[in-house]
């Protein structure tokens, strides 16, 4: 496990690389460059960490808590505010224990998100790593209004090693769930994984659907733990912020999926998520691989995104 956990870590570090190159570069140079802790000195900071996507309502606290610290423990000089900065921006991330409950109970997951996030492939690779823990897992193809959707969700069953029920394209959504349900029960199925679709240019529509198969689940699998992720992309910064607001509306959200962290500048969008929305982050995905989802861990996030290996 030691190995592998090290494994992603470097992979983190490295897919973290372009955020790091903006947001780090830009503040070790100012924790170098100042003589003195000054209102530029901090204005310097914030403008960095808002070039970086950590959102401004999220910077902002990051700052006014660094300044009470600072003031507090007198700190005199620059360069001793880096770890201080380090340890303010893991708090803002810290929503309490990650829970991860869905893992452990039968379970319905419903994972949403628009096209072109990577969502089909997330819900193939979060199979893929259930059943390795020996679980008995099956997914639906609920999002039924994209072809693409269907085939690409049953090539990943099919590598992952678990069953896929799905109907035909256009088919009713809430249909494929029902059957999907059914299948879960008489198979005695741990978690049932539904890739559902999230088309939010029509909100009224989305949130009809999910209704609907929120009342099947209810009402065919009442015994069931719902778990409903999003998943966005974390090359859209604070576009992914703001969907993420969106889909808020129209759904319980327990948790998010970021993908592609490693093609982004824009990393810190996963500390704006969690601390400006309340919503934990609990996957990030920093490829193509299937290990390439991964459980969130904020420190170990922030950690990579400073570069500071604490092990």
Known sequence: MGQEKKGFFSRLVAGL?????????????????????????????EETLIMGDIGIRTTESIIENLKAQVKEQKIKEPSQCKALLIETIKQQMNLGENAYEFENRKSVVLVIGVNGVGKTTSVGKLAGQLKDQGKKVLVAAADTFRAAAIEQLSEWAARAGVEII??????????????????AKARHTDVLICDTAGRLHNKKNL????????RIIDREYPDAYKETLVVLDGTTGQNALEQARQFREVADITGIILTKLDGTAKGGIAVAIQSE?????????IGEQMDDLQKFNAD????????????
């Open 17 to 45: 690389s372009k955020t790091r190159n903006n947001i780090v570069a830009g503040i070790d140079s100012i924790f170098s460059g100042f003589s003195a802790i000054d209102d530029e000195f901090y204005e310097e900071i």
């Open 166 to 183: 799905a109907q035909q394209e256009g088919s009713d959504p809430a249909a494929v769930v029902y059957d999907a349900v059914s299948a």
């Open 207 to 214: 949130m009809e659907e999910l209704r609907k198969i929120h």
């Open 277 to 285: 929305l309340g919503i934990p982050v609990k996957y990030i995905g």
């Open 300 to 311: 170990e996030f922030v950690n990579a995104l400073f570069k500071t290996d604490t092990e």
